[in-house]
């Protein structure tokens, strides 16, 4: 015979006989306040109707109980969360790095990917890296995220104005 003890999930509710007060306040299967009676007299009741006897909130004085098919309610609880995880949407961070003297064909570029992942729901950071010389003109990559904000097309928010991190300028948009 194991010696194991029987150890309790953090979301299982004590049914039945795993209830250890002597007196609850029972709520019945059709969602009646009883009152505050014996534990017996509650399991009785449950058994009568074809139900278990659930602890629904164990912290209270006395603790709360109903009468209910503890099977069909551990299903449906399951099927609210896969429904809730279901309809989860994620958004995910996509970074755009150019340089400040961007021009042409490369912004066109840069744009009609900023315009892609916003229409997916993604959030853009848009970074101005600068190198060198490039670090004199701040104002050209100001400029430049500017533009960007103007050019892109549909609704959309700025989550984090241009701001200057050390050698990289960024600025974040969202939908």
Do not use: W
């Amino acid at each position: 015979m194991d010696n194991k003890k029987f150890v309790k999930k953090e979301d299982e509710l004590r049914k039945n006989k795993e209830i250890r007060a002597s007196q609850i306040r029972l709520i019945d299967e059709n969602g009646e306040n009883i009152g505050v009676i014996s534990l017996s007299q509650a399991l009785s009741m449950a058994d009568n109707a074809g139900l278990d006897l659930v602890e629904i909130s164990p912290n209270l004085e006395p603790p709360v109980c109903k009468i209910m098919d503890y099977g069909r309610f551990k299903f449906e609880k399951q099927k609210k969360k896969q429904e809730a995880k279901k309809n989860q949407v994620i958004t995910k961070l996509k970074e755009l790095t150019f340089g400040p003297s961007i021009e042409g064909e490369g912004y066109e570029v840069k744009l009609k990917a900023a315009q892609k992942f916003l229409e997916h729901g993604d959030k853009v950071k848009l970074t101005v890296r600068f190198k060198g010389r490039d670090l004199q003109f701040k104002q050209k990559g100001y400029d430049l995220l500017q533009k960007f904000k103007a050019d892109l097309q549909g609704n959309f928010k700025i989550e984090k104005e241009p701001l200057m991190e050390g050698k990289k300028l960024s600025m974040i948009i969202s939908q």
